[in-house]
């Protein structure tokens, strides 16, 4: 199933795991107050394109300038969490220089906190085949081969600007939740 989902539910994953896929608060505030000592690493902070799939969920041009941002969260020995934030081109010219800029903090912090918030919007979800772009992508920085995964994607409206993020659970957090 590689389709995006309006409900967790509709996924074969663990009622645990979608209650974890389906939270609306930042994914940073949770796996902090989740992992003892959570580390944050940026893989990679780079100008791109946006692919059909990311095109058509933002509404925006296929193959559009944009900023692409890849995270990964996790603590030692432990991969929980790897995340992909992109910025259309449209949108640069309103929040570029706070997210281009923003360095090698979670963003979480800039988007969910302060006196002005990211607005969300819904989210939909996926269990990603492995051979899904973002698995893909996941791949390079985390182990060679990953099984399918779960993940969910939003809009954030940060300064009313349109900014997808989406969060790929991994399958050591996928374990720790189910284990809990």
């Known amino acids: 199933m590689s389709e995006w989902e309006s409900n967790w539910q509709k996924l074969s994953c663990s009622r645990d795991v979608g209650l974890w896929l389906g939270d609306s608060q930042s994914m940073t505030a949770k796996l902090e107050h989740y992992c003892e000592q959570l580390q944050f690493q940026l893989l990679s902070a780079q100008y791109g394109v946006v692919n059909e799939a990311e095109a058509k969920y933002l509404s925006c041009p296929p193959g559009q300038r944009c900023w692409r941002r890849t995270v990964m969260f996790?603590?030692?020995?432990?991969?929980a969490?790897?995340?992909?934030l992109v910025v259309p081109e449209a949108a640069l010219g309103i929040v570029?220089?706070?997210?281009v800029s923003y360095?090698?903090?979670p963003i979480g912090h800039l988007l969910f906190s302060g006196q002005d918030p990211a607005v969300r919007s819904a989210f939909s979800f996926a269990q990603l085949p492995t051979?899904?772009?973002y698995v893909a992508e996941a791949e390079r920085y985390v182990v060679p081969?990953?099984?399918q995964v779960f993940a969910r994607r939003s809009i954030c409206h940060y300064k009313s600007a349109p900014i997808m993020v989406v969060d790929v659970f991994l399958p050591d957090l996928i374990h720790e939740i189910e284990q809990d």
Request: charged share 15%.
């Open 74 to 79: 996790g603590q030692h020995y432990f991969e």
């Open 81 to 84: 969490l790897f995340c992909i």
């Open 96 to 99: 570029g220089e706070d997210i």
């Open 103 to 105: 360095g090698s903090e």
């Open 131 to 133: 051979q899904h772009p």
């Open 145 to 147: 081969s990953l099984p």
